[in-house]
């Protein structure tokens, strides 16, 4: 029941002040020694990191293989290894020109590391079975306008000229009955366009397929894949495909990319974006705070000098333990850059404060290692203790992230406790400065203890009622930067029904696939069960019935291959002008057929190229035939008449069939995501797919820390009293951190900043800050009483937290969204733990006398 | 060895007709040449009679009213089906007597036979041409089906134009805007206008 500042050192790290005291002496004057052993332990830590340490920045590689979810994507992906780790270009074309578009890109791609470029729905099988994927009335109707634009058709087939063309029209004036008025009117119109325009610069080809067909095929959405040869080429196909797409001229559809590499590619070179100029910004915001705080050039040089040498060495260290850096724990070098630099920064100022008083250097450096040193050793070893409580949680990302981390702040101490003191040779003497912690901050928190706590109380009851609000964004896609065309193909995409958001199940047989698909598409949350079978069109026979009527009323006489020969001048301008003649002679022509006398009238007065205007008008005549002839020749569709490469999507190699489970809602939106995981899972426990590995992924990243940080609560829930034999100290030295925790947490449940994959790895830097700067303080009232924001340890707990304020704020402005978010949620972390260490913590130490 | 040979000479054998589908349409061009010789002496009922008989002879005229009424032909009952077969009957013989009842040296020239190449069922083309001294021929390419042992014409193609296409077009105007009874009325007096032009073609032949 005493004071704190009045308290006996006799709790454990009390007497290890000692210890910590006699290493920071023999480290300041062995300093040569220690400089020699730091040089030699940092040339072995480079030779570590560059045969050792390689980033692998696959997602999926953070989740443990073992989870069922996790196993049942990697029997999918070893099931169809096309469909996955693909470059995909997507562009709106028609077929023609897709298949001109493929071919092209085939030329430019003929070296790049590519096993195959891939693109099913192009394949010449849809050409001629292409009618039986239309509905039978929309098939039906295609028949009827066929059968209305035959008799034109057919006649100028029998002579494809410009002449036969007219002798066509002047029939068509006989016998005005022959066909419906309005085709008449629409044919006539385009080619009064076309003739008028076959002298002009800008042409307009006679559209057949339009005019025969009643719609022309507009241009759709073009997938085309391209699959890596393997793992290692990856990078280089991508830069390939980019830029065979770059060399694409004006007349090509704009064509871009999407695909897992490409969106990898996106959303790394995102992160990167900026990352050298925020880097170097950081480092001299950094430097210049350091040089504030410590208000010498060589003291942060110093600070600065160990941070590095610390950081190369928990890499090193990280390269021996684990070999690898995921997405997550690479994230270690910010955990190591913000908790360290407040070791160094506690023991330079403290040696500082002992040098203004008038220590020599030496025995300054001994004080102050016993003075922080024992606060240093308890900081140190709670946080590791935290962060190595990570270790055995199943989200392997954060279990690395924890043993790195936590060697890291041992080493962190390590180098706090002997370098620092050997690079102290060289701090030069020190100057007062006049920053201080204004007295009102020193003594108001405390002498207002109860307005202080009420309003502490206040603030953690309206966090606590805003809590349940905090949501978890399951959906990595939201994290990506929103400017790629990757994040903008799957924005347009995730609304339809070719949303990249599926299910996918694996079934061993036909016969399974098909119940399997049957009972899964009567899901609500499922609008479509696809297979094999559903490719395949429905009611072939009546299907097959209209197209064999079809071609004998319509196809039967047109020729497949049609030639257009040389135009023949004197012929075709003697029909032109008899046509023309015609038109004139009428009493009231309709306006298409006097535009179109107008035209030829003028097109005649001032002849262009004969062969212009024939490629004008009959130009599209042959490929119409072609393609109308290659449809009527539909035969059944079995799966076996499949194109291979589309059968290839639906049965692996094996001979399993693959499930894919299209979302009756769109996806993008959270709720929507989960129940359909949820229910998914439910109906078909091996069901894997995007929505799927999302849910899960999140769930196992939510248990994972949650795990974590309740194994580091119990952690140094028995460190502290048991470092610091004192519940009571424990409870403040912790309170920072556990007040700090929930108002952030309420803070960003009610300006809505959801925790996702990205900034939840901000959570165990706040822990060891909040921690860090709970100890530090409780340490300086236990041991020099007064204000714990008096003297040094108050300035470098707000040097050490402004520090790594400045180092991380900037990512707030990251391009990419989940950077960012992790920079907001630091920042908003970082403040509202300072705020808890400053305000809270000195209201609840004890009155003094 | 031997057995499938023959297997295949039979499959190869089996669809085909006894005679060759040309014959079918030269039956056909030979009643329209006769017509066509019997200028206005020829009565219209004699012409109606020479001619009906070659449709009956050379065509599928249900096939082609199928064919031609498409998913229409299934909204008929029994009955109306029964008098939309005769009524285009009847319709394609008024027709042929209207257009072939002159003669002026015309004659038709069969110019090839050969599969079609966009049906599943065996049907073949025949290929003609009417020649005339003092005009461009005319083509004739006919569609045809087996049917015991010969070949009945389901389409004929005159100068590259569908006349089941024409037919198509024409009806399901009628039957869209109107409705298949009133198909069968507007069919009938076309048949009687058509009828009425021949008579008086015989008639104005006979006076003049």
Redesign the interface.
């Known amino acids: 029941m005493q004071a704190s500042a009045r308290r006996p050192a006799t709790a454990p790290v009390d007497r290890w002040a000692t210890a910590t005291a006699a290493l920071v002496r023999a480290s300041f004057d062995g300093a040569g020694t220690v400089l020699a052993a730091y040089a030699l332990l940092l040339t072995l830590a480079v030779a570590a990191i560059a045969t050792h340490l390689r980033v692998d920045a696959d997602p999926a590689a953070l989740m443990a293989d073992e989870l069922p979810w996790r196993r049942a994507a990697l029997e999918h992906e070893r099931a169809f290894p096309d469909l996955h780790r693909q470059i995909v270009a997507v562009f709106d074309a028609d077929t023609e020109d897709a298949r001109r578009l493929l071919a092209e890109l085939h030329g430019w791609l003929a070296d790049a590391p590519l096993r195959a470029i891939v693109a099913p729905q192009l394949d010449s099988f849809f050409e001629r079975h292409g009618l039986l994927y239309l509905d039978l009335p929309q098939l ?1 109707a295609l ?2 306008d ?3 634009a ?2 034109l ?6 002579d494809p000229t410009v002449a036969g063309l007219c002798r066509t029209l002047l029939a068509l004036l006989d016998h005005a009955d ?3 008025p309005e085709r008449v009117e629409r044919f006539v119109d385009a080619m009064a366009r076309s003739v008028a325009s076959a002298a002009g610069e800008r042409q307009t080809a006679l559209e057949w397929t339009q005019l025969a067909m009643g719609t022309a095929e507009s241009p759709r959405r073009q997938f085309i894949s391209f699959l890596p040869r393997d793992r290692s080429s990856e990078d280089e196909a991508l830069r390939a495909v980019r830029a065979a797409v770059a060399q694409l001229g004006a007349q090509w559809p704009k064509v871009r990319l999407t695909g897992e590499i490409t969106e990898w590619d996106d959303e790394l070179s995102a992160a990167a974006d900026g990352a050298l100029l925020s880097a170097a910004l950081s480092l001299a915001l950094v430097t210049l705070l350091l040089r504030v705080g410590l208000h010498s050039w060589r003291l942060a040089a110093i600070a600065l000098a160990a941070l590095v040498c610390g950081l190369m060495l928990t890499a090193a260290a990280a390269a021996l333990a684990v070999g690898r850096l995921n997405l997550i724990s690479i994230a270690f070098a910010a955990l190591y850059i913000g908790l360290a630099i407040d070791f160094s920064v506690h023991l330079l100022l403290r040696w500082r404060e002992l040098r203004l008083s008038g220590a020599d250097a030496r025995d300054a450096a001994a004080a102050a290692g016993r003075d922080v040193g024992g606060a240093l050793l308890l900081c140190a070893l709670t946080t590791a203790a935290g962060f190595y409580a990570f270790v055995p949680t199943a989200f392997r990302g954060v279990s690395e992230l924890g043993l790195i981390s936590g060697t890291g702040i041992l080493i962190g101490l390590l180098t706090s406790l002997t370098l620092l003191p050997a690079l102290l040779r060289c701090a030069g003497p020190m100057q007062a400065d006049a920053l201080q912690m204004p007295a009102v901050l020193l003594d108001w928190p405390h002498r207002r203890r109860a307005a202080v706590l009420a309003a502490a109380a206040a603030c953690a009851a309206a966090a606590a009622l805003a809590l349940p609000l905090l949501r978890f964004d399951y959906n990595p896609m939201h994290l990506r930067p929103p400017d790629t065309d990757s994040q903008r193909i799957y924005e347009e995409l995730v609304h339809g029904a070719d949303t990249p958001l599926t299910a996918v199940v694996l079934a061993a047989d036909a016969a399974a696939t098909q119940e399997q698909a049957e009972r899964l598409g009567q899901l609500p949350v499922v609008r479509e069960a696809r297979w094999l079978g559903s490719l395949l069109p429905q009611d072939q026979d009546a299907k ?1 019935e ?1 197209i ?2 079809l ?7 047109l020729p ?1 291959a049609l030639k257009l020969g040389a135009a023949d001048v004197s012929r075709d301008r003697a029909a032109l002008q008899a046509l023309a003649e015609r038109i004139g002679a009428m009493d009231a022509p309709p306006p298409a057929w006097q535009r179109l006398g107008e035209a030829i009238d003028r097109w005649l007065a001032a002849p262009g190229d004969a062969n212009v205007l024939r490629d004008q008008l009959l130009g599209g005549l042959p490929g119409l035939l072609a393609r109308l ?1 290659a449809s ?2 539909a ?1 059944p569709v079995t799966a076996d008449a499949l194109p291979a490469d589309l059968r290839a999507q639906w049965r692996s190699a094996d001979g399993r069939y693959r499930i894919e489970l299209v979302p009756a809602q769109n996806l993008d939106d959270d709720e929507a995501l989960r129940r359909f995981a949820d229910t998914v899972a439910a109906a078909a426990p091996d069901a894997s797919g995007a929505p799927l590995e999302y849910v899960a992924g999140a769930r196992t990243v939510q248990r994972a820390f949650a795990q974590a940080f309740i194994a580091a609560a119990v952690a140094i829930a028995v460190l502290l009293p048991l470092l610091l034999r004192s519940f009571a100290d424990s409870l403040r030295a912790a309170a920072p951190l556990a007040l700090g925790a929930l108002l952030t947490a309420g803070l960003c449940a009610a300006i809505d900043l959801p925790l996702n994959f990205a900034n939840i790895i901000a959570l165990p830097l706040l822990l060891g800050a909040g921690l860090d700067n709970g100890v530090h303080l409780i340490w300086r009232a236990r041991h020099a009483g007064g204000s714990p924001l008096a003297g040094s340890t108050g300035r470098a707990v707000l040097v050490a937290v402004l520090t790594t304020l400045s180092s991380f704020a900037s990512l707030a402005f990251s391009p990419h969204r989940g950077m960012a978010s992790l920079g907001l949620m630091l920042t908003l972390g970082l403040s509202i733990m300072l705020a808890c260490s400053f305000l809270v913590l000195p209201a609840l130490l004890k009155p003094r006398p | 060895m031997r057995l499938p040979i023959c297997l295949c000479l039979l499959l190869f054998m089996m669809p085909a007709a006894a005679e060759p589908a040309s014959a079918s349409v030269e039956r056909l061009h030979a009643a329209l040449l006769e017509s066509m010789r019997g200028g206005v002496q020829m009565s219209c009922a004699q012409r109606l009679q020479l001619l009906d008989a070659a449709v009956g002879d050379s065509f599928d005229v249900a096939g082609l009213a199928r064919l031609v009424l498409r998913r229409h032909w299934a909204s008929l009952d029994r009955r109306q089906q029964a008098t939309f077969v005769e009524l285009l009957r009847r319709n394609i013989g008024l027709n042929y007597a209207q257009h072939f009842a002159r003669h002026a040296g015309e004659r038709f020239e069969t110019t090839g036979e050969t599969a079609v190449e966009t049906a599943a069922d065996g049907q073949r083309r025949v290929s003609a041409r009417l020649l005339a001294a003092d005009a461009e021929p005319v083509s004739f390419d006919y569609v045809l089906t087996p049917s015991g042992d010969s070949w009945r014409i389901v389409n004929v193609f005159a100068d590259g134009v569908s006349d089941v296409a024409l037919r198509r077009s024409q009806y399901d105007s009628v039957v869209g805007r109107q409705g298949v009874a009133a198909l069968l009325e507007q069919a009938a007096a076309q048949n009687e206008d058509l009828l009425r032009r021949c008579n008086q073609a015989s008639r104005t032949g006979e006076s003049g």
């Open positions: 039906e028949a009827a066929l059968d209305a035959q008799p058709l057919g006649r100028i087939a029998r022959a066909l419906p097959l209209v064999a009527d071609a004998l009323s319509a196809g039967a006489a497949a002839h009527l020749q035969q």
